[in-house]
């Protein structure tokens, strides 16, 4: 069970997988995740000639014709990782170690409130 808490990385369909064959035209395919729309990429992209990975404002960010999609998806995860570690730089005066910019330790906490007055 989640406990309320849902997957951050869901997008209700809002990434697009587009598909370009020369026979066949376009194909749109919505996908609620990266994950999703890398796993349509590796399933289609020898059968079409370009497939392409478009994020929520549209931009494309992947297309087969340029990159292979097993390096993509290895930049992204590696990408991904970055993000979920990068935190803003704070030296506790306390040496708490739990304690950063974003999520101060109780005795930080007062000192911001005392601060401020």
């Keep these: 069970m989640t406990n309320g808490l849902e997957p951050t990385e869901e997008y209700d369909g809002s990434i697009v997988v587009r598909l370009l064959d020369d026979q066949a035209g376009r194909e749109e395919i919505r996908c609620p995740s990266y994950e999703d729309a890398i796993a349509v990429v590796k399933e289609t992209h020898r059968s079409v000639t370009a497939a392409k990975i ?11 014709s340029e990159m292979d999609i097993d390096d993509w998806e ?9 993000l979920s570690v990068d935190v803003d730089e704070y030296e506790c005066p306390y040496d708490d170690i739990a304690c950063f910019a974003d ?3 109780v005795r930080c906490q007062i000192d911001r409130v005392r ?3």
């Design 54 to 64: 478009l994020d929520r404002d549209g931009a494309v960010v992947f297309t087969s």
């Design 74 to 82: 290895t930049e992204w995860e590696r990408a991904k990782r970055r």
């Design 103 to 105: 999520d101060l330790c």
């Design 115 to 117: 601060d401020q007055y």
